[in-house]
Structure formats: C-alpha cells, structure tokens
C-alpha cells in the first residue's frame, strides 16, 4: 500500500503555499510603501515649515524607512514562515477551508508516520483527501480583496501627496525628496 501524500494533494498545498506568499509579500509592500509615504509627508511639511533642523532630517528620514520595514515585518512578512513546512501548510490550508477539518492535517501527519493506524486505513484517508483538495478554489480561501485595506491606504496617500504637489507654494515635490533622500543635499 501507498502511503505516500499524493501528487494532487502536494500540488495542493504547494499552490496555497505559493498564493498565501504572493498575499503576504504585496500586503508587506503595499504596508511598507504607505506607511513610508506617509512619514515622508510628516517630514517634507515639518521640514517646509521649518521646525525641523538640518542635521535631523536624514536621521528621521532613516527613521523613517526602519519604521516602515518594521510595520511590514508585523503586519505580513513574519508570517511567511509558517507555511515552509507540509505540516504548517496543511495547518494554514484547514483554517483557510474549514470544511476540510482536519483531514490534511491527517493525512500530512499519516504519511509522515506519525500513528499507528493501519496502511488501509492510511492509503484510503490519502485518497479522500485528495480528491478533496482538488475541489479547493484557492481563490475563495485566499481573496485578494484582503489587500483592499492596504491598497486603499496606499492610493489615499499617493493621491493626498499628489494634491499637495500642484499647491506651488508648498514646493512639495522637492520636500518629498528631500525626505525620501537621506543624506543628499537637495
């Protein structure tokens, strides 16, 4: 008897592993960049106004960029890692689709020999669930409308800096790169 994962069921979890990545890295990018532009803002208008000293400005504008690295390690990048195994995949895919329960996990566990149930027992759980997750809509369990919160941050910032860039008097493009541009003397 086979009890071996299947290829349907490994292509499976290969393919959610692959998409729940893709999510994560452009949540993380959409994160990233709208925090930074947002700080970039702070900085260009505190250093237009002059409330900001020369000296300071590249070190906030440092600051700037390990912020935002750190609001896209929170809020997506730290959790790629529970996916690089089979194990936390079949885990990720069942809280994706609940109707699953518990059956890849199962059959992850099974073929790794982990129990002692029987090699029938085995081979038939290892069929089930494959013909299981070949019904899975990856889309469904994994929408990319769940960037919508992020991407909507993202474009309200862009448009707001964009607004504030045809005021002439504020010379905003120039105090946006003199934010986004540590150390160059703009």
Known sequence: MNIALRPATLEAL????????????????????????????????????????ESLR????????LGAAAVAWQVAWR??????????????LETAVPSLRERVLAAVELAEGHGTESEDFRAR????????????????????????PWALGFAAVVLLISGLCFIP??????????????FVNL
Not at 31 to 42: D, H, M, P
Not at 132 to 138: A, R, Y
């Open 125 to 148: 759980l290892q069929d089930e669930v494959a013909a299981e997750v070949q019904k899975i809509s990856l889309p469904a369990a994994l929408p990319w409308r769940s960037l919508k």
């Open 14 to 53: 290969a393919a959610f592993r692959h998409r729940r990545q893709r999510l994560l890295n452009g949540r993380a990018w959409l994160a990233l960049g709208t925090v930074a532009l947002s700080l970039f803002l702070v900085l260009a208008l505190l250093d237009r106004a002059w409330f900001m000293p």
């Open 79 to 92: 959790w790629i890692r529970q996916s690089r195994d089979t194990l936390g995949t079949a885990r990720l």
């Open 169 to 182: 008097t504020l010379h905003m493009p120039g105090f946006m790169a003199r934010a986004a541009l540590p």
């Open 58 to 65: 590249p070190w906030f504008s440092l600051a700037s960029y």
